[in-house]
Structures are given as C-alpha cells and as structure tokens.
C-alpha cells in the first residue's frame, strides 16, 4: 500500500473538519470537526510512522498522546460549552457574543 | 492476492470515512453527525488495522469511538438541538470557508502525491512491543506530563460545571439588567 494513499486520506479529512469548523455554527459540531481534524493527523502520524520503518514506533507514541489531549479537550470543550449555555441558552456561536467590543 | 484485497478494503475505508465525515460537517442534525463522527472513528480504527498498529487501533475503538462520542452526546442531550433552516444552515460565511478550505488542501494534496513509491510495511508481530518500549523509556517524562494534563482537564471540567449553590435555578437566563448576585 503506497504512502501517497494514507496521507491523501488524512487531508482529505482534515480539510473536511477545517471546512466544518468554518462554516458550521452550532458550537458542538465545531467540537466534533476539531475531533475529525485530531484524527485525521492521527492516520498521518501512523502512516510516517510506518515509512520510516522500525524507528522505535515514535510515530504511534505521538498518536497516543494525541488521544490523550483529545480526551482532555473534549472534556473542557464540553464543560465550557455546557457553561456558556448555563449563562445564556444557545449554543449558536452566532449569538456567543457578550465578549464584543 | 493479498495486495488487490488490501487495496479494495483500503478503497472501502476510504469512501466510509469520506462520506461520513462530508456528513459530520453537512447534517442538518446534531445526533446524526455524532453518530457519523462514530462512524468516522470506527473506520479510522480499521486503517490503522490495515498499517499493522492494532495497539493504536484498539485505543482509537475504546477512546474514541468509546469515550469521546458518548461525551459528545452528553453535551447534545444537556443542550437543547433545533436544527436550523436550511435557509440559515448556508450563510454568508459558507462560501469563504469552502474556498479557503480549498485553498489550503491544494497545496497539502500535491505534496501527498509526491510520496511515490514510499511503502508501508507493517512491523512483524505487531506494534505493542515496540510502542511500550519508547513510551516507558524514551517519553517517559511525557507520559507523567500527559497523565498531569487528564487530571487538569478532569478538575476543571468538574469546575467549570458546577453550580454555584443547589438552590441556584438550573439554566435560568440571566437578563443584563440585572444586577449580578
């Protein structure tokens, strides 16, 4: 299976995540976009990984903790949605603006 | 043989995870794109079987598709989810954020190509050895740094929810010409 493959399917997704976190306004999606792009750098990470051969795995050890920031940021991603909620019912960041001028 | 059947499950993960991740940004429902994302991280978990990390692939299964959809589907049952018109769902913004996405993906695509005969061979027997080795030796450091980090992230996920008092009204929205309590 050729490189070119894998790191053709990681853009792919990560752009799709970058186009989800432009034009979607609803703040949980954004989250879920931001996931796509962490995973899709994930297929990458593995995919160089492998190019380079027995290399002591460093690729799948930067996945790992990439796992463990997305779990950290999901949960403080969430918590302070669930927040900005508490304060004012809407979680359409068209309307999150009370940090305006 | 072997090679061909790769190639047609490669092919198989490729339009999954595509297709459903096109479905994450273009769902005019939340749940659905959740249950997309799910999808996208399952099959994610398959293209790591294919480059022979199964290590990396159970955790992909257990992190992801385990804790962190069912974290996001908390966050849209404690929000209230009215799918937008699809009048609003294409805004000004659609268009720009397209086109610069666009932009930025030509130039990444071009240099994915470029790798052209660089193949991947998956490690005999597994990656599990080879992976505890250098996080136990070489990222030892970061490993406690990462283990520091989840517990910050668990405090201040329980912080940043928690109610100010029990009598406090749940969700109530504070109008600005209040005074602050």
Known sequence: MPLAAFIAVSAALFFIGVAGVLVRRNAVVILMSVELMLNATNLAFVAFSRRLGVAGERGSVFVVFIFVVAAAEVAVGLAIILAAYRNRPTVDVDQLDEMKG | ??????????????????????????????????????????????????????????????????????????????????????????????????????????????????????????????????LAIAVFNSFAFPFEVASVLLLAAMVGAIVLVKRESPAAPPAAPLRRSEPPR
Request: charged fraction near 5%; avoid cysteine; charge should be neutral.
């Open chain 2, 1 to 130: 043989m072997l090679d061909f059947l790769g190639l047609v499950v490669f092919a198989i993960f490729t339009i999954m995870i595509v297709g459903a991740g096109l479905g994450v940004v273009l769902a005019n429902r939340v749940t659905t794109s959740a249950l997309l994302m799910a999808f996208t991280f399952l099959n994610m978990a398959g293209m790591f079987v294919l480059l022979g990390a199964e290590t990396i692939a159970a955790f992909q299964v257990l992190i992801y598709v385990g804790a962190i959809t069912v974290l996001i589907l908390y966050g849209v049952m404690f929000t209230p989810q009215t799918p937008r018109a699809y009048g609003l769902f294409f805004q000004k913004q659609t268009p720009w954020g397209a086109v610069l996405a666009a932009l930025a993906a030509l130039p990444v695509i071009v240099v994915a190509f470029s790798f052209h005969d660089a193949k991947t061979v998956a490690p005999p027997g597994g990656d599990l050895n080879a």
